[in-house]
């Protein structure tokens, strides 16, 4: 918790304190889906409350939020918050469930799957999120924006280990576990 905190809030503050003393007229804040933490409604819209994270993480990216907003108010930065949805592709984080995934496949070994296998996620290329990203820079509309960066449909967690199965040939040995 404290690494996410320093890095989240006081990072983006800084950040954020910098493009004011250099005038900077444009910030980009790299923000995430988990600040919905316990939403039930899919699909997620910018307009949802955000005030149930259900993890340090989702509690500072939400912090990194709201010293945005308070940037853009008092010093007439204008601020983009793109909240991200599960990324994969090159280079993604081998703890995430595409790549790891993949890799216990490859080395038959089993997958952990918590409850039936239906919770689903709204998986993102990284080419989507780095187009996202050069949008945001050129972005010239309201002085504060909150823009999902997702898919914007969801993927079931069977239908994915089914679609890998299928890409590497192999069939996934799943250890079924209670939901967490």
Excluded: W
């Amino acid at each position: 918790p404290q690494l996410y905190a320093e890095t989240n809030i006081n990072g983006t503050l800084n950040l954020l304190e910098l493009a004011r003393q250099f005038q900077v007229p444009q910030f980009v804040f790299g923000s995430s889906s988990s600040v919905y933490g316990v939403n039930e409604k899919v699909p997620f819209s910018e307009d949802d409350p955000i005030f149930n994270p259900i993890s340090p993480y989702a509690a500072t990216k939400a912090a990194g939020e709201l010293l945005c907003h308070t940037y853009s108010h008092l010093f007439g930065i204008r601020t983009v918050c793109l909240r991200f949805f599960t990324v994969y592709g090159a280079r993604q984080r081998p703890d995430l469930a595409i790549h790891k995934f993949s890799k216990l496949i490859l080395e038959g070994k089993p997958i952990q799957v918590f409850g039936d296998g239906t919770t689903r996620r709204d998986y993102t290329y990284i080419g989507d999120i780095i187009s996202g990203l050069r949008a945001a820079i050129d972005y010239q509309g309201s002085l504060y924006e909150i823009i999902n960066l997702g898919e914007s449909e969801t993927t079931e967690l069977g239908r994915l280990i089914g679609l890998l199965e299928d890409s590497l040939g192999r069939k996934a040995i799943i250890e079924r576990l209670p939901m967490q």
